[in-house]
């Protein structure tokens, strides 16, 4: 079975930091691109950052370029996110999720970014 765990989210003024994490088992979490998806309240999901199998290639959401960073420990399973330079409009649930395309995803983290 599938599991995606993820956790470090909170509440950050803005311009605060964040670093998210995802711990997944179930599944050979190497041979998988994993991606960070998110949804604000009352919107859709959003693709945030995805990481290609391998952790070479790295692609982001206009909206998250420069401020956030994906990467991935494929020893422990693990998939994270750094969240720098946080804005108000980065105040969403956090989901990881396996795969490009498609797959399974985790419970989520919420992230809220006030003063």
Do not use: H
């Not at 964040?18 to 599944?27: D, E, I």
């Not at 995805?50 to 206009?62: E, M, Q, W």
């Not at 105040?91 to 983290?109: D, H, P």
């Amino acid at each position: 079975e599938v599991q995606l765990v993820e956790s470090g989210g909170g509440l950050v003024e803005p311009g605060g930091s964040l670093r998210l994490s995802c711990a997944a088992s179930g599944f050979t979490f190497s041979n998988y691109g994993m991606r960070w998806v998110r949804q604000a309240p009352g919107k859709g999901f959003e693709w945030v950052p995805s990481i290609k199998r391998g952790g070479g290639i790295k692609d982001y959401a206009s909206s998250v370029k420069g401020r956030f960073t994906i990467s991935r420990d494929d020893a422990k399973n693990m998939l994270y996110l750094q969240l720098n330079s946080l804005r108000t409009e980065d105040t969403a649930m956090y989901y990881c999720v396996r795969g490009i395309t498609g797959g399974e995803r985790g419970q989520g983290t919420q992230v809220t970014v006030s003063s």
